[in-house]
């Protein structure tokens, strides 16, 4: 399987930071599950999964402002709209059970994705008009 390129260098850097914020809170997640289930350390919480969960979208959404460029000009980062918007709607699903059953602070990420899923169709649609 081929890779796609990077069309530009900022979209290569928004891209690494991009992989960075998503794939975190998932390791965190599955060190938390393999390690208090098999390892027997008891130190290792819910907390440890869940607020890498709840944190990595804020950080999305900063990372989604700060290339605003990449997302106005398909032609520097079409890649990285596509990604970011993928990324945002893979979490939606697990912060709204944070949300239900560990914390209220989950809201905050949601409102966090929603913000990136609806911010980016309306500068998708604008650009296009």
Not at 48 to 72: H, S
Not at 114 to 123: G, N, Q
């Amino acid at each position: 399987m081929a890779t796609v390129p990077a069309k530009s260098p900022e979209e290569s850097r928004a891209m690494k930071y991009l992989a960075t914020c998503a794939l975190v809170p998932i390791l965190c997640f599955a060190f938390q599950d393999l390690g208090s289930e098999y390892g027997g350390m008891d130190w290792l919480t819910y907390g440890y999964a869940a607020w890498p969960m709840m944190i990595g979208p804020v950080l999305m959404l900063l990372l989604f402002f700060k290339n605003l460029e990449l997302i106005r000009v398909p032609e520097k980062g079409a890649n990285f709209s596509q990604a970011i918007r993928i990324a945002a709607f893979l979490y939606l699903i697990p912060n709204l059970f944070v949300a239900f059953g560990y914390s209220w602070l989950a809201a905050i990420s949601v409102l966090s994705i929603l913000t990136i899923l609806v911010a980016d169709w309306r500068i998708k649609r604008r650009v296009g008009a």
